[in-house]
Protein backbone atom coordinates (compact mmCIF):
# COMPACT_ATOMS: atom_id res chain seq x y z
CA UNK A 1 0.00 0.00 0.00
CA UNK A 2 1.42 3.36 -0.85
CA UNK A 3 1.91 5.74 1.42
CA UNK A 4 -0.78 8.21 0.14
CA UNK A 5 -3.14 5.65 0.77
CA UNK A 6 -2.31 5.26 4.46
CA UNK A 7 -2.64 8.68 4.71
CA UNK A 8 -6.36 8.50 3.41
CA UNK A 9 -7.38 4.89 4.98
CA UNK A 10 -5.63 5.61 8.51
CA UNK A 11 -4.33 9.24 9.32
CA UNK A 12 -7.22 11.07 8.05
CA UNK A 13 -10.33 9.39 9.84
CA UNK A 14 -7.75 10.22 12.95
CA UNK A 15 -7.49 13.77 12.48
CA UNK A 16 -10.91 13.95 11.71
CA UNK A 17 -11.73 12.18 15.28
CA UNK A 18 -9.24 14.78 16.92
CA UNK A 19 -9.95 17.99 15.77
CA UNK A 20 -13.71 17.39 14.53
CA UNK A 21 -13.56 18.18 10.82
CA UNK A 22 -16.80 17.34 9.30
CA UNK A 23 -15.41 17.54 5.81
CA UNK A 24 -12.52 15.96 4.87
CA UNK A 25 -11.06 18.82 2.16
CA UNK A 26 -10.51 20.18 5.86
CA UNK A 27 -8.12 17.61 7.14
CA UNK A 28 -4.52 18.85 6.92
CA UNK A 29 -2.33 17.15 4.14
CA UNK A 30 1.57 17.33 3.21
CA UNK A 31 1.59 20.05 0.45
CA UNK A 32 5.28 19.99 -0.74
CA UNK A 33 8.95 18.72 0.94
CA UNK A 34 12.05 20.92 0.15
CA UNK A 35 15.56 19.76 0.22
CA UNK A 36 17.50 22.60 0.34
CA UNK A 37 21.93 22.38 0.70
CA UNK A 38 23.76 25.46 1.43
CA UNK A 39 26.90 25.95 0.04
CA UNK A 40 28.71 27.65 2.25
CA UNK A 41 31.97 27.20 2.59
CA UNK A 42 32.21 25.21 -0.58
CA UNK A 43 30.69 28.32 -2.60
CA UNK A 44 34.28 28.84 -4.38
CA UNK A 45 34.66 24.97 -4.84
CA UNK A 46 33.36 23.63 -7.99
CA UNK A 47 33.79 20.16 -6.98
CA UNK A 48 31.66 21.09 -3.50
CA UNK A 49 28.71 22.74 -5.87
CA UNK A 50 28.91 19.38 -8.34
CA UNK A 51 29.09 17.17 -5.46
CA UNK A 52 26.04 18.83 -3.65
CA UNK A 53 24.20 18.41 -7.04
CA UNK A 54 24.60 14.87 -7.20
CA UNK A 55 23.43 14.24 -4.48
CA UNK A 56 20.30 16.43 -4.03
CA UNK A 57 19.36 14.70 -7.59
CA UNK A 58 19.92 11.26 -6.49
CA UNK A 59 18.31 11.51 -3.01
CA UNK A 60 15.18 13.44 -5.08
CA UNK A 61 15.14 12.19 -8.47
CA UNK A 62 14.72 15.52 -9.76
CA UNK A 63 17.56 18.03 -11.23
CA UNK A 64 17.99 20.92 -8.07
CA UNK A 65 17.23 24.38 -9.07
CA UNK A 66 20.50 26.93 -7.98
CA UNK A 67 19.69 29.24 -5.43
CA UNK A 68 21.48 32.83 -5.75
CA UNK A 69 22.12 35.59 -3.29
CA UNK A 70 19.68 38.70 -3.66
CA UNK A 71 22.51 41.17 -2.35
CA UNK A 72 26.26 41.32 -1.39
CA UNK A 73 27.75 40.88 1.81
CA UNK A 74 31.03 41.63 2.15
CA UNK A 75 32.13 40.03 5.48
CA UNK A 76 30.62 36.24 3.69
CA UNK A 77 32.41 37.17 0.80
CA UNK A 78 29.38 36.80 -1.28
CA UNK A 79 28.37 39.13 -4.13
CA UNK A 80 24.75 39.70 -5.66
CA UNK A 81 23.35 37.23 -8.32
CA UNK A 82 26.50 34.35 -6.45
CA UNK A 83 25.22 30.48 -6.20
CA UNK A 84 24.91 30.22 -2.13
CA UNK A 85 22.56 27.13 -2.45
CA UNK A 86 20.77 24.58 -4.43
CA UNK A 87 17.31 23.29 -3.74
CA UNK A 88 14.76 20.58 -5.03
CA UNK A 89 10.75 20.98 -4.05
CA UNK A 90 8.82 17.54 -4.66
CA UNK A 91 5.45 17.32 -4.94
CA UNK A 92 2.39 14.50 -5.65
CA UNK A 93 3.64 11.06 -5.68
CA UNK A 94 7.43 11.88 -5.67
CA UNK A 95 7.03 13.44 -2.22
CA UNK A 96 4.84 10.74 -1.10
CA UNK A 97 7.11 8.51 -1.89
CA UNK A 98 10.04 10.41 -0.16
CA UNK A 99 8.31 10.97 3.05
CA UNK A 100 7.57 7.39 3.47
CA UNK A 101 11.61 6.54 2.63
CA UNK A 102 12.73 9.27 5.05
CA UNK A 103 10.22 8.11 8.26
CA UNK A 104 10.95 4.28 7.44
CA UNK A 105 14.41 4.70 6.23
CA UNK A 106 16.33 7.77 6.13
CA UNK A 107 15.59 9.18 9.95
CA UNK A 108 16.52 5.15 11.79
CA UNK A 109 19.61 5.14 9.71
CA UNK A 110 20.72 8.73 11.28
CA UNK A 111 23.47 8.18 14.43
CA UNK A 112 22.47 8.48 18.09
CA UNK A 113 18.93 9.63 16.57
CA UNK A 114 16.72 9.97 19.84
CA UNK A 115 13.94 11.38 17.89
CA UNK A 116 13.14 15.07 16.70
CA UNK A 117 12.54 18.02 17.75
CA UNK A 118 9.23 18.85 18.57
CA UNK A 119 10.08 22.68 18.73
CA UNK A 120 11.39 22.86 15.04
CA UNK A 121 7.91 23.89 13.88
CA UNK A 122 7.65 27.17 12.33
CA UNK A 123 4.58 28.66 13.60
CA UNK A 124 2.61 28.23 10.66
CA UNK A 125 2.72 24.42 10.50
CA UNK A 126 5.67 23.83 8.21
CA UNK A 127 8.64 21.66 9.76
CA UNK A 128 12.31 21.43 9.10
CA UNK A 129 14.98 18.54 9.60
CA UNK A 130 18.71 19.52 9.70
CA UNK A 131 20.99 17.02 8.58
CA UNK A 132 24.43 17.18 9.30
CA UNK A 133 25.67 14.37 6.97
CA UNK A 134 23.71 13.45 3.59
CA UNK A 135 24.34 9.96 4.03
CA UNK A 136 21.41 8.40 6.07
CA UNK A 137 19.76 8.72 2.54
CA UNK A 138 19.93 4.64 1.10
CA UNK A 139 20.74 6.56 -2.17
CA UNK A 140 23.96 7.87 -1.19
CA UNK A 141 26.47 4.91 -0.99
CA UNK A 142 29.47 5.13 1.90
CA UNK A 143 32.32 4.01 -0.98
CA UNK A 144 31.38 6.87 -3.45
CA UNK A 145 31.40 9.62 -1.09
CA UNK A 146 33.87 12.71 -1.95
CA UNK A 147 32.50 15.75 0.60
CA UNK A 148 29.99 15.00 3.25
CA UNK A 149 28.10 18.34 3.81
CA UNK A 150 24.16 18.82 5.31
CA UNK A 151 21.02 18.94 4.28
CA UNK A 152 18.00 20.51 5.12
CA UNK A 153 14.25 19.20 4.84
CA UNK A 154 11.58 21.36 5.42
CA UNK A 155 7.83 19.92 4.87
CA UNK A 156 4.87 22.55 4.09
CA UNK A 157 1.34 21.54 5.44
CA UNK A 158 -1.71 23.36 5.15
CA UNK A 159 -2.58 22.74 8.94
CA UNK A 160 -3.53 25.90 10.53
CA UNK A 161 -1.63 25.85 13.43
CA UNK A 162 2.03 23.98 14.85
CA UNK A 163 -0.38 21.46 17.22
CA UNK A 164 -2.19 19.93 13.78
CA UNK A 165 0.57 19.53 11.96
CA UNK A 166 2.52 17.94 15.09
CA UNK A 167 -0.73 15.61 15.30
CA UNK A 168 -0.12 15.04 11.37
CA UNK A 169 3.39 14.17 11.33
CA UNK A 170 2.90 11.95 14.57
CA UNK A 171 -0.01 9.82 12.77
CA UNK A 172 2.06 9.45 9.72
CA UNK A 173 4.89 8.39 11.84
CA UNK A 174 7.29 11.35 12.08
CA UNK A 175 9.47 10.14 15.15
CA UNK A 176 8.92 13.45 17.46
CA UNK A 177 10.11 13.52 21.34
CA UNK A 178 7.91 13.16 23.53
CA UNK A 179 7.54 16.84 25.19
CA UNK A 180 8.15 16.85 29.34
Same mark, same amino acid.
Given at each position: ?12 ? &? ?11 ? =? ?7 ? #? ?16 ? &? ?16 ? @? ?7 ? +???? +?? &? =???? +? ?16 ? =? ?5 ? @? ?7 ? #?? @???? &? ?19 ? =????? #??? #?????? @? ?13
Amino acid at each position: MAFQDTYRKDVVP &KLQAEFGYKNIHA =VPTVKAVTL #NVGLGSGLKDAKFLETAE &KTLTRISGQKPVMTKSRK @SIAGFKIRE +GMVV +GM &K =VTLR +GKRMWNFLEKLIRVSLPR =VRDFRGL @SPDAFDGQG #NY @SIGF &KEHMAFPEIRSDEIELIHGLQ =VTIAT #NAG #NDAQAR @SLLKHLGMPLKTEN
